[in-house]
């Protein structure tokens, strides 16, 4: 193997995820120590580390190209694992790794650089008959142009950054009097989040679901997918809960959107582990959404159901490998979920709750497959994402899973930030979700509760309050003052007191 | 004894009388507005069975009856007397707003100013506690002097007894600087306010519509005016805390602060403290934090928490002894001294000082605010009083330098030359007359200027600058500072600091009083 040392130019859960995939590799990695988090736990994963916890820049070292570049050739790596997020479908930065004679663990800057302009993106697909929702054919300059479009395609319509993703610069429009604000309004969040303002419309698929085609490709132009996911449970477009594979396809749709999905892939000579998202409305219909060129923060579900160790095959293809199955060997193998438990309030409008863990427990047992960066003592800093852990739990059906989910949910325990635990509980309990007909409005529409608290839960709470109400009064009340010791002065002092008068 | 005699009907008649006064009607009229009655408050405030009412049958003064009648009720609207809390003398007198909306009426501000004078001459706390429609307009100019006496009281007492306000219940017009001039001011949120000139003056002068809450509510005085030190969200809880709040004081200007004993579950080393400052000097951290691991456990009472936050204000205790602790508060404004954390700092010290209670500074102060509006508004004044309070103080006085130090805030901060009895600095200090970006940009003005890369050169100066200079070991060194001590040891260090200094005595020379910048 060429590759023998890489970079993580990432940090937490999926930097560990890197490194253990390495380490049964063979494979030495180096990682950043930051100032943010110094004694973060992904560095004990390492074989090396880097410090720059010197650094005090505002700006996450994960983000600073040139930087990331003079730590790579410091170290001597032969290749950068950019992870999920900060430079992971950055094309400049790829192209930098390149120059510089490293591997980037990743598509090509081509394949990035097209699937991340939403706007090619629609145009390759068009070219190469992919089903997709009508809507501008480029970019939209002004809130006249979207209006008189809308207006062709009729409303409702959606309006997305052509360089975005995670729901920034997204806006549905449902009647023509709001396209005026909501364009100004997606366009400048466009440019402060991607430093890009242009955005485009499409036809807004109502209560759709939300599917995606895990994509391997090798650089000998093979390409497979792995299967879907369904990620409709979302909230304001960031996902919450994942699985594999999806309850909406059945065989014959599985291999026709997959046979799309490996299409688009083609179109760009993608390899690497990519995603293509797809939206599915209740007719069984199917539109191209947009391509991830990067390993998805749920790739995890995939692996549970198809075995295949994704970061692996990340390396063995960035280091020049074919890949060693064909179409017909994938076989998916029961149900995966996975729940992303963050440290976020969920009655608090999921606002992030940064802070230390005090405690944490995570269950363990053959169905269940925990992935974290953090540790009793860790803490969760605002400066990054507020992920505690993945957890993803199996089972030989669907309902098997959630059955399993739910015990584990159960027992995971942690103290110290508010998290998305409540919410999962709730969530597994929700007939809507059992029966598998939620749609990406399900939060919205079907959840009435965001938070599950058991029948003594609340009556506990009220008894726990009484009984710190009391027991603070009662401390209050045994402070012994001593009043008399104040009056015993020393005669220098009491005679000089006096005196002063 | 014997109480059927004819001579006994009349006393108890008089008795039934004033108890059917407190009606339970009346009572649930104050209830439904979230509020107790003056009786209430007081079974609340003192020990049970202490309290030990004075003039209750006093009835109103007669007034020409054309402008409406006066009710002819016993205590004229206020409850006042005497009893114990926590086992201590105090004073206090309640107003009760079931009578004549508590307005005060000459025989009411008799009462008042009886009360007033007989805590002066016991030496004694006084606790006022306000629920009234100010003036009683029948009684007209002799009720306004009635104000008068009572301030006058007030201003007599000042330093001399503690002396608290509770509002809850409406004080507006002149009623409103009886508990300006007291030491401490209580409210309750959502039941109480205070203004000079209420909601519907504003609009009429100033045609702006402002609501009770908006224009004078508890949180508005908490937050913004800081006229209130503390608020609470129900009267039960107002009166434990001020409970709670008295144990710190004591009764007057020549004792000292009460002691509670020593438990010792607080640890005199605690390592914990070596972490709490971040490396990185921009970063902020919470101040409390460092107070609640040096103080006895769970002692800390702050006082003015939401006002001027980024000054730290308020009474603990160390090995049960009452300190008051002021702490520069680095996750608010960097911990800037600006107008408002100036004046709230001034006037704590100023009244630890005048009730013999020890001051702990806890100092990471980057300097004043800088800006057109704190200049034009008078920093200069309003920063020369919390100069002149810590200058002013002969309680004893040290100071931990935890880290910025720097300029005039340095000074300020109750420094060794002004004053200062112990200096401490942790090994974080940075001393210096100015912070290392402004110093740099001044010292190498021109080879900033004439440098290819000044952003690398100014890190490197910086760098060199906060390694060479701003360190608290040249401040050490020459005896600026007594000692730089390990942050575990802060308490330990404290503790015997304010042993040695517990017979302090300063003679100052002899004056009417100071002129302190106002």
Not at chain 1, 72 to 88: E, R, S
Not at chain 1, 253 to 266: D, N, S
Not at chain 2, 307 to 333: D, E, M, Y
Not at chain 2, 455 to 464: D, F, G, H, P, Y
Request: charged share 25%.
């Amino acid at each position: 193997m060429k590759i023998k040392k890489i970079l993580i130019a990432n940090r937490g859960e999926i930097a560990i995820r890197i490194m253990k995939t390495a380490r049964l590799m063979k494979i030495r990695t180096v990682a950043v120590r930051t100032a943010v988090e110094p004694n973060a736990m992904y560095l004990s994963y390492a074989d090396e580390i880097f410090d720059n916890s010197e650094d005090i820049s505002e700006i996450p070292v994960f983000l600073d190209i040139d930087k990331i570049i003079a730590i790579a050739l410091n170290k001597g790596v032969d290749a950068i694992h950019p992870g999920y997020g900060f430079l992971a479908e950055n094309a400049y930065f790829a192209d930098k790794c390149i120059d510089n004679k490293i591997v980037f663990i990743g598509p090509s800057p081509d394949a990035i650089y097209k699937m991340g302009n939403k706007t090619i993106a629609r145009k390759i697909a068009i070219a190469n008959k992919i089903p997709l929702a009508i809507g501008s054919d480029g970019n939209i300059s002004n809130e006249d142009e979207a209006a008189e479009i809308a207006s062709k395609i009729g409303y409702p319509v959606i309006i997305k950054a052509a360089s975005g993703g995670g729901g920034r610069g997204m806006r549905i429009v449902r009647k023509a009097e709001e396209m005026e604000r909501l364009f100004n309004i997606a366009s400048k969040e466009a440019e402060k989040a991607f430093n890009d303002p242009s955005v485009f419309i499409e036809k807004y698929i109502e209560n759709p679901k939300h599917i995606e085609f895990q994509i391997l490709g090798d650089t000998r132009g093979n390409v497979i997918h792995l299967g879907e996911r369904e990620c409709s449970i979302q909230r304001k477009h960031q996902k919450l809960l994942e699985e594999a594979p999806s309850c909406a396809l059945d065989s014959r749709l599985r291999e026709e959107m997959g046979m799309m999905a490996v299409r688009i892939a083609k179109a760009v000579n993608y390899y690497s582990a990519g995603t293509v998202e797809f939206l599915l409305d209740s007719d069984r219909n199917f539109y191209f959404m947009e391509m991830n060129t990067r390993i998805q923060v749920e790739h995890t579900v995939t692996e549970a159901v198809t075995g295949i160790d994704l970061i692996e095959q990340q390396i063995r293809i960035a280091n020049g490998e074919s890949i060693k199955f064909n179409q017909g060997d994938i076989k998916l193998n029961g149900w995966a979920i996975e729940c992303r438990i963050n440290a976020e309030n969920v009655q608090a409008g999921f606002a992030p709750d940064p802070g230390k863990i005090e405690y944490l427990n995570l269950p363990s047992d053959p169905n269940i497959r925990i992935d974290t960066g953090v540790q009793t003592g860790s803490s969760i800093v605002a400066s990054y994402d507020s992920m505690i852990a993945k957890l993803i739990v199996r089972g030989k059906d669907r309902r098997e899973a959630i059955k399993n989910c739910k015990m584990a949910l159960d027992k995971v325990w942690i103290k110290g930030t508010k998290t998305t635990l409540p919410f999962f509980r709730m969530l597994v309990r929700n007939q809507k979700f059992q029966d598998g007909t939620f749609t990406t409005a399900f939060l919205e529409k079907d959840l009435d509760k965001y938070y599950f608290n058991s029948e003594y839960e609340e009556m506990l709470a009220a008894w726990l309050a009484t009984k710190l109400f009391v027991e603070e009064n009662l401390e209050e009340s045994s402070i012994n003052v001593d009043f008399k010791n104040g009056k015993e002065l020393s005669p220098w002092l009491l005679n000089k007191r006096i005196n002063q008068f | 004894m014997d109480i059927s005699g004819k001579s006994y009907k009349a006393f108890i008649a008089r008795q039934e009388a004033l108890k059917k006064q407190y009606s339970q009607k009346q009572a649930e009229k104050q209830h439904s507005k979230g509020k107790l009655t003056a009786l209430e408050r007081i079974r609340l405030l003192f020990d049970t069975d202490t309290f030990e009412e004075i003039d209750a049958f006093v009835t109103p003064a007669n007034q020409p009856v054309e402008f409406g009648k006066v009710e002819r009720s016993f205590g004229d609207g206020v409850i006042v007397g005497h009893g114990k809390v926590n086992g201590r003398l105090v004073f206090a007198y309640a107003q009760d707003f079931t009578i004549m909306g508590g307005s005060l009426g000459v025989v009411h501000a008799k009462k008042i100013a009886k009360i007033q004078e007989m805590a002066l001459k016991m030496g004694s706390p006084i606790i006022g506690m306000m629920d009234s429609g100010g003036a009683r307009i029948q009684e007209g100019v002799a009720s306004l002097s009635g104000y008068a006496t009572i301030f006058q009281n007030i201003i007599h007492s000042s330093g001399i007894i503690p002396q608290i306000s509770v509002i809850m219940g409406p004080a507006a017009g002149g009623a409103v600087y009886s508990p300006a001039l007291t030491d401490f001011v209580f409210m309750t949120s959502h039941t109480s306010y205070m203004f000079v000139t209420g909601p519907n003056v504003v609009k009429e002068v100033l045609n702006e519509d402002v609501t009770f809450d908006q224009l004078g509510g508890a949180e508005i005085h908490a937050r913004k005016s800081g006229v209130a030190n503390m608020i609470y969200d129900d009267e039960e809880n107002t009166i434990l805390a001020l409970k709670k709040f008295l144990s710190y004081l004591p009764s007057n200007n020549v004792e000292n602060p009460p002691t509670v004993a020593d438990d010792n579950s607080t640890i005199d080393v605690n390592e914990k403290l070596r972490d709490v400052v971040p490396d990185d000097p921009n970063k902020a951290y919470d101040v409390k934090d460092i107070i609640n691991l040096i103080v006895d456990k769970n002692s800390f009472f702050e006082t003015s928490e939401l006002f001027a936050a980024n000054l730290v204000t308020g009474f603990a205790r160390l090995k049960g002894k009452t300190i008051g602790v002021v702490a520069n508060q680095p996750k608010v404004l960097a911990g800037v001294l600006d107008i408002d954390s100036s004046t709230k700092g001034a006037r704590f010290i100023r009244f630890c000082d005048a009730f013999n209670i020890p001051i702990l500074t806890l100092e990471d102060v980057p300097g004043f605010l800088p800006g057109v509006d704190q200049e034009h508004s008078g920093i200069i004044r309003h920063g020369a009083k919390m100069l002149f309070a810590y200058s002013e103080a002969t309680v004893p006085k040290i100071t931990i330098i935890l880290r910025k130090a720097y300029g005039g805030a340095f000074i300020v901060m109750n420094s060794k030359n002004l004053g200062g009895d112990f200096s401490f600095a942790w090994p974080t200090a940075e001393i210096a007359v100015m912070g290392p970006d402004g110093a740099v940009a001044i010292l190498y003005r021109k080879e900033l200027a004439e440098s290819k890369n000044p952003a690398e050169l100014k890190k490197e100066l910086v760098k060199k600058y906060r390694d060479k200079i701003a360190n608290p070991f040249i401040a050490d060194e020459s005896g600026y500072i007594d000692e730089v001590i390990d942050p575990a040891v802060t308490r330990k260090k404290i503790i015997s600091a304010f042993n040695a200094l517990s017979n302090k005595w300063v003679k100052v020379p002899a004056r009417k009083h100071g002129n302190m910048p106002l």
